[in-house]
């Protein structure tokens, strides 16, 4: 029997260790709810059964409007819709409330445990006039206190189940975005399931090569990489929340040996299972966009941190669920009363920021924890990690992260020195109409100090940048150069002006096609984890070049 039937194909899975029990049912109309009787939530409520008998029905489904008209029906997840529901006159409704369980064989014992519902959810359904008898006749044998009759009404709630999954049956992906959407969500709520690329394949109607292909094009990511973010992301939840061992852990999101389990989330999340849990317990602020890479370094996910699409996408796309705080643009005076408010709610045990923040911010920020003001143009980024670590006592763990760092630089130096000898790389920066060359002391510190990459004269003179004009480019003679673009249209159409010049067109680099042209994210975050992103970066632009 073909188990990925359950998601859309032509045959139901074997059912038989699936048990299904009714907790409760509601009837409402547009005269409010029947008085039913009852708990409204059993201990172990996963899903709702939602009937429209008659006239319509509207919802909020998560971020999303769903509507049921007279003879449809839907299974949502317990909590997923709001509680206010709108109805027009004369509708009839039902909600079933219901727990699905499965028997497992572990260690030669049986065991039940919750598990998900077998079918794709939040899909409508239409069902034959009968199905909405049956539930009505169960909801009769629900609200007498007769223990036959409510086992009645259990055996009924099973044969609705069985008109269900027939007409499910009949719910079919009309085109190729469908099929791939289908079998996203089907990841999205069974992570924990052996998911092969044939299987997915299968599912979607496609070719195994082909279906990676469009997968990728789609999602930006492979299906396998999807698969491994949604179970770390539930294993995430998992370790947060309870005190469940690594072991029972992994077999809950789909790995039968733990230790591959951790090799797999420190992959995604740099950091082990349990470093991380152990993070969790921190309440620290992150008031500064490169302090939150320095806290990442030393193991450390912020409880609140400053957050932007320009200067932390990285963090945002992997740690933005793991820091509960969002704070507003930390270096913009007018942020500061929206950013204060949300500190003295969440109360931090200590906050972290620069001596770039105003005087007055910073008197403030005192008072609402222990703060510690990183020196940041006195100091360089390794100091900043060191003072950081000193004020959280962690220095053991940033001197052993330098140690990791300077062997890394160092073994990634020596391999593009091999490959681009003598031939020096310009950095520059493009931001709205102004255009900066990077310099060694601070900017371009991770080319120039810790690969060793030969750089043009002048930029050894410069500490973190200096705006030049863009007819002097010709003066820094380089090889090779890196364009720092910042994302926003003044600085993308600047670019595109500075393209179409002579000064620009005669460079040995753009003659030669030896431009890398990268984003400010992590070229310009100048912390910890951002530089160890840079060393990463660099060897993949090489890589590119040398593949082309």
């Known amino acids: 029997m073909n188990e990925d ?57 998560g971020d999303r409007q769903a509507e049921l008209g007279k003879g449809s029906s839907m299974v949502v997840r317990s909590g997923e819709r709001t509680p206010s529901m709108e109805w027009v006159e004369g509708t009839l409704a039902y909600v079933l409330r219901f727990g699905i369980y499965r028997e497992f064989e572990h260690d030669g014992m049986r ?97 195994p090569h082909y279906y990676m292909q469009l997968f990728k094009k789609k999602y930006g990511v492979s299906a396998i990489d999807y698969l491994t973010g949604r179970r770390v992301e539930k294993a995430k939840e998992m370790l947060s929340r309870s005190d469940s061992q690594l072991r029972h852990v992994a077999k809950r999101v789909g790995y039968s040996d733990e230790f591959y389990f951790s090799r797999k989330f420190k992959q ?57 705080v969002h704070l507003q643009d930390p270096y913009g005076q007018e942020h500061w009363a929206v950013n204060q408010k949300k500190l003295h709610e969440f109360r931090p045990e200590a906050i972290i920021s620069t001596d770039w923040l105003a005087s007055g911010i910073r008197e403030e920020m005192g008072g609402l924890a222990s703060s510690f003001i990183v020196p940041w143009v006195d100091k360089d980024w390794r100091e900043h990690l060191m003072l950081t670590a000193q004020f959280l006592n962690k220095k053991e763990e940033a001197s052993s ?15 593009l020195r091999s490959g681009m000898g003598d031939a020096a790389t310009l950095m520059i920066y493009i931001y709205r109409d102004k255009l900066f060359v990077c310099g060694a002391g601070r900017t371009g510190g991770v080319l120039y100090r810790d690969l060793k990459l030969a750089s043009p004269p002048q930029v050894e003179t410069i500490f973190a940048y200096k705006e030049i ?53 992590p070229w310009l975050e100048y912390s910890a984890m951002g530089n160890d992103r840079m060393l990463d970066a660099v060897m993949k632009l090489w890589d590119q070049d040398r593949t082309k």
């Open 469 to 521: 004009a863009a007819e002097r480019l010709g003066d820094f003679a380089a090889e090779r150069m890196l364009v720092v673009l910042s994302e926003d249209e003044p600085s993308n159409a600047h670019y595109r002006r500075l393209c179409r010049t002579k000064a620009w067109q005669t460079l040995p680099s753009v003659s030669s096609g030896r431009i890398w042209l990268v984003s400010p994210d």
């Open 5 to 61: 039937s359950r998601y859309g194909g032509s045959a139901l899975i074997d059912l038989s260790d699936y048990w299904f029990k009714l907790l409760h049912i509601e009837r409402m109309s547009d005269k409010g709810a029947a008085d039913d009787g009852g708990e409204k939530y059993g201990p172990h409520c996963d899903y709702e059964l939602i009937l429209c008998a008659g006239g319509r029905l509207k919802m909020t489904i």
């Open 111 to 207: 065991e039940t445990r919750p598990e998900p519902f077998p079918q794709r959810t939040g899909n409508v359904v239409q069902s034959s006039e009968s199905f909405f008898d049956l539930c009505d006749e169960a909801y009769r044998c629900w609200l007498e206190d007769h223990p036959i009759r409510r086992f009645r009404g259990q055996c009924l709630f099973q044969e609705m189940l069985y008109r269900l999954f027939a007409d499910m049956q009949a719910v079919r992906p009309s085109d190729t975005a469908a099929a791939l959407e289908l079998s996203r969500q089907c990841m999205e709520e069974a992570c924990e399931e052996e998911w092969t690329i044939d299987r997915l394949a299968k599912l979607a109607g496609l070719n």
């Open 401 to 415: 992260w330098l140690d990791r760092y300077d062997e890394k630089a160092e073994s990634i130096g020596r391999s």
């Open 268 to 324: 995604q999340v740099g950091m082990s299972p349990t470093v991380y849990k152990r993070s969790r317990l921190n309440r620290i602020a992150a008031y500064g966009y490169p302090i939150t890479g320095q806290l990442l370094a030393l193991q450390m996910i912020p409880y609140a941190a400053a957050l932007h699409p320009n200067w932390s996408s990285y963090y945002i796309q992997r740690y933005g669920r793991d820091i509960s």
